[in-house]
């Protein structure tokens, strides 16, 4: 797994601005977390200077920031390039730094399949915040022909957890 991103300095501060005295399983914790996409969401470049990996046809995770509570991660997305179907077993918020990136939602029907019902591009600004109550079963696509950036933090420790993936689904055919 490669190392954090941001310097310890800003990562620490963008940790404490995560940190309630909550949980992440909390709303204190999500409204905690979308003051911190919306203030990164809003700067003109919040990656100036980090060498962002890059995934060719595909999408790439960079870990920013993390401790045993929560991780902060940079997306870099590919054009074309999706995630699986998937659900989170942990709090999950994510913004759009730049490009679109097109949000499937799903609703399962049994362990393994599932079917969309709602489809929405988000677009430069946007944050959505959720907790594992869900289910919150989606799947996240860069339909451009340009680069997209997408910030996201999960409640979980990096350290501990390879993704914020529970489920992986399919798509079902009816």
Same mark, same amino acid.
């Given at each position: 797994?490669?190392?954090?991103?941001? %310097?310890e300095?800003?990562?620490?501060?963008?940790?404490r601005?995560?940190?309630?005295?909550?949980?992440?399983?909390s709303?204190?914790?999500?409204?905690?977390?979308?003051?911190v996409?919306e203030?990164?969401?809003?700067?003109?470049?919040?990656?100036?200077?980090l060498?962002?990996?890059?995934?060719?046809?595909?999408?790439?995770?960079?870990?920013?920031?993390?401790?045993?509570?929560?991780s902060?991660?940079?997306?870099?997305?590919?054009?074309?390039?999706?995630?699986?179907?998937?659900?989170?077993?942990?709090?999950?918020?994510?913004g759009?730094?730049?490009?679109v990136i097109?949000?499937t939602?799903?609703?399962?029907?049994?362990?393994?399949?599932a079917?969309?019902?709602?489809?929405?591009?988000?677009?430069?600004?946007?944050?959505a915040?959720?907790l594992?109550?869900?289910p %919150?079963?989606?799947?996240?696509?860069n339909?451009?022909?340009?680069?997209?950036?997408?910030?996201?933090?999960?409640?979980?420790?990096?350290?501990?957890?390879?993704?914020?993936?529970?489920?992986?689904?399919?798509?079902?055919?009816?």
């Amino acid at each position: 797994m490669q190392g954090l991103l941001i %310097n310890e300095m800003r990562g620490s501060a963008l940790l404490r601005g995560l940190h309630t005295d909550s949980d992440t399983l909390s709303r204190d914790y999500l409204k905690a977390a979308r003051r911190v996409l919306e203030d990164l969401v809003a700067q003109a470049d919040p990656f100036a200077g980090l060498p962002l990996q890059r995934k060719p046809g595909g999408y790439a995770r960079n870990l920013l920031a993390g401790d045993a509570q929560v991780s902060i991660w940079a997306m870099v997305w590919s054009p074309g390039c999706a995630t699986s179907i998937h659900d989170h077993h942990c709090s999950c918020c994510f913004g759009v730094v730049s490009g679109v990136i097109r949000e499937t939602w799903y609703r399962a029907i049994n362990a393994t399949q599932a079917v969309p019902v709602e489809v929405h591009d988000r677009a430069p600004g946007y944050v959505a915040c959720m907790l594992p109550s869900g289910p %919150n079963i989606h799947r996240m696509e860069n339909c451009g022909d340009s680069e997209a950036i997408s910030i996201h933090i999960y409640g979980f420790d990096h350290q501990m957890h390879a993704s914020s993936i529970e489920t992986e689904y399919t798509v079902a055919k009816l």
